[in-house]
Every structure is written in C-alpha cells, then in structure tokens.
C-alpha cells in the first residue's frame, strides 16, 4: 500500500525559509510526477510546484523565484525549499505522488503540513 509522508512544516517569520520533504513508499516502481499542492483557509487548493522523472519542473505563479523543488528518484522522495517566506504562504501543504500502473494513473496524497509564517 502505498503512503505519502510530508515532514518539516513550522512557524517561521516573515523572510524566513523552510524545507519540505516528502517520501513516498510501498510502491515498486518510481512515481512520474511528485509536487507539492497547498490549501490556506477559504480558499481551493492550489499547486506549489512539480517535478517529474525528468526533473522537469513547474511552479505557481506566486512562488516562482522563491521556492525550489527537487526530487531524489532512489528514495521516491521530493523536497520543497522555500525562501522569502510571506504570511500569504501560510497554509496546509500537501504532497502529491502520481503513477501509472498498467496503464492507469493512480494519485496519492499526504496527510499536508502546515506551514505558518508571521509578520
């Protein structure tokens, strides 16, 4: 059975930086695609940033340039450095592994972490 665990949420101050990990397993084949998705109150869940197999990466608009994301193919694990925090980040972030398996894809979500900046 397959689990996604997030880990490395907190409270930080206003310019501050955090890093995300997150680790997927039970699985025996890699996972094509892995991101990070947030959600703060009232509002929809939005995506943070991807990365596939590839290392090819994408990232929402209000986080380009302040946050990082990479991944670590062996250990199905992918990370979300994040920089210049502001209190608009403030929210659950959840991670999200997808794969296919005899040709359907499958999505699996994090249980989130909160992330908490103060000004």
């Known amino acids: 059975q397959v689990q996604v665990v997030e880990s490395g949420g907190g409270l930080v101050q206003a310019g501050g930086s955090l890093r995300l990990s997150c680790a997927a397993s039970?699985?025996?084949?890699?996972?094509?695609?892995m991101g990070w998705y947030r959600q703060a109150p009232g509002k929809r869940r939005e995506l943070v940033a991807s990365?596939?197999?590839?290392?090819?990466?994408n990232y929402g608009d209000s986080v380009k340039g302040r946050f990082t994301i990479s991944r670590d193919n062996a250990k199905n694990t992918v990370y979300l450095q994040m920089n210049s925090l502001t209190p608009d980040d403030t929210a659950v972030y959840y991670c999200?592994?997808?794969?296919?398996?005899?040709?359907?894809?499958?999505?699996?979500w994090g249980q989130g972490t909160q992330v908490t900046v103060s000004s």
């Open positions: 999200r592994a997808d794969k296919v398996r005899l040709g359907l894809p499958y999505t699996y």
């Open positions: 039970g699985s025996t084949s890699s996972f094509n695609l």
């Open positions: 990365i596939g197999s590839s290392d090819n990466t």
